[in-house]
């Protein structure tokens, strides 16, 4: 009895220590996401108000281009773009998403079937996992609005599985 009693023990401890180690992988993706969020939006806001002028997305002055992306990447890793809104669409105007053939994905749109899709429409983040390019990610999406409230694109984040 007392061999059985240590053995399933040994197993709880066993289990304990792999749950430990497993969750909190799963809270720091989460944890990057946000924090990759905020820096974007944080770079993009000290250029300026966003507003669209045709398809491009400007912050002030500054037209949408890949330093920003790119410094969000290089400080937390992952993946990041910005969308500029075109009629119904969502289309990538600066980004580190490379499609499957390894180009950027610089003039491509987001996915009308993506979860988040729906809730940038409605004005609203999605935070949760997308499938990009064939590639899975903890991301997060919030739509970038101009003065008048207007949803004008999107931002992107996201932490490869």
């Known amino acids: 009895m007392d061999r059985k009693n240590f053995t399933l023990k040994l197993v709880a401890i066993g289990c304990f220590i792999a749950a430990a180690t497993l969750v909190p992988g799963m809270g720091n993706a989460q944890d990057k996401v946000k924090a990759a969020m905020a820096d974007l939006k944080a770079m993009s806001e000290t250029l300026g108000p966003p507003k669209l002028q045709g398809s491009d997305l400007y912050f002030g002055s500054d037209k949408a281009d890949n330093s920003i992306v790119d410094s969000v ?15 119904d669409q969502y289309v990538r105007v600066a980004t580190t998403v490379k499609k499957e053939d390894g180009t950027s994905a610089v003039g491509t749109s987001l996915d009308a079937k993506s979860p988040a899709y729906a809730k940038l429409n409605a004005g609203e983040p999605y ?26 694109g999107a931002d992107f984040v996201g932490q490869q599985k």
């Open 73 to 87: 990447v290089k400080k937390d890793g992952g993946v990041a773009t910005l969308f500029a809104k075109n009629g």
């Open 127 to 152: 935070y949760g996992d997308a499938t990009v390019f064939g590639k899975a990610y903890v991301a997060g999406y919030e739509p970038i609005k101009d003065a008048s409230g207007a949803v004008v």
